[in-house]
């Protein structure tokens, strides 16, 4: 008589049956589930039902095999190496876009990573330069790490360097031709308050409520909001953290150059 795939059992401190299904692959009997069910007759119906339609799990129904698998991957002591393995097979499949094993290369923070780039003492990249006779000029990396605080770090911060993805990079391009837009509409709520607070002192005046200010009295300075308008000017803030990404590629820090095919301020596609 063939035995049945599961196990049917009733624990002291319910009034439900629980089941128990057999992984076909290992022998072992997977983590009980209750049925909801009082009686052995009736569990065991729910349990065939499981079978057929899936099993009941954080509120989907997946199919015994893949109760099984996840199972499984619970219980597996997984290297270091069984994971990267595992990632890059994810990956393949297109069930993954980036990974970050602990203590790997990429495992860093971005916007950290930014920073150390541009730093003149610091920078692999600065020495390597430097190294090769190339020009680069210490005011050059302080112009970068300026570019890095004002542009990069409150874009990506959190984010780690294996973690950024080629639409990360996209919607940060994106986020730099609307800061214009963004500016001139600050700008305008600034001119327009200035313009109430001077029509108010005005009329405060003139009802006798305030008095008129001396004349030497300093002026209310117009507070101006810069922002990047040329083409250079937002390439170069791109480009800010485009080179650190390329060379990350380069000494296989991250998988994949996510900078390939962007288009530039100017039209052109890297």
């Known amino acids: 008589m063939k035995r049945l795939p599961f196990s049917i059992f009733k624990r002291s401190n319910s009034r439900y049956y629980y089941v128990k299904f057999k992984n076909e692959e290992t022998g072992d009997y997977l983590p009980a589930i209750s049925t909801k069910q009082e009686s052995e007759i009736e569990a065991s119906k729910t349990a065939f ?27 597996a002591e997984i290297s270091k190496d069984d994971s990267v393995f595992i990632c890059k097979g994810l ?57 890095v605080c004002k542009y990069w770090i409150p874009f990506f911060d959190g984010k780690l360097l294996g973690e950024v993805t080629r639409q990360d990079v996209e919607n940060f391009v994106d986020h730099i031709d609307s800061i214009e837009d963004r500016a001139r509409e600050e700008q305008a709520r600034i001119d327009k308050a200035l313009e109430e607070a001077a029509l108010k002192e005005k009329a405060e005046i003139a009802f006798g409520v305030r008095k008129p200010k001396r004349k030497n ?37 991250i998988d994949r150059d996510v900078t390939a095919g962007i288009t530039w301020f100017s039209g052109i596609s890297n």
Do not use: C
Request: net charge positive; hydrophobic share 35%; charged share 30%.
């Open 49 to 75: 039902e499981w079978l057929r339609t899936g099993i009941p799990k954080q509120g989907e129904a997946i199919s015994f095999k893949q109760y099984s698998l996840r199972d499984m991957a619970k219980a």
């Open 91 to 147: 990956q393949r499949r297109g069930l993954l876009k980036t990974y970050i094993i602990p203590e790997s290369k990429n495992a860093v923070s971005f916007t950290e990573f930014l920073q150390n780039f541009w730093n003149w003492e610091k920078s692999l990249y600065v020495k390597e330069k430097l190294r090769k006779n190339h020009s680069l000029h210490r005011s050059h990396t302080i112009e970068m790490n300026g570019a």
């Open 217 to 253: 009295a300093a002026k209310i300075k117009r507070p101006i909001i810069r922002f990047p308008k040329s083409g250079k000017r937002k390439n170069s803030i791109i480009q800010t953290g485009t080179i650190p990404l390329v060379w990350a590629f380069r000494k296989e820090m």
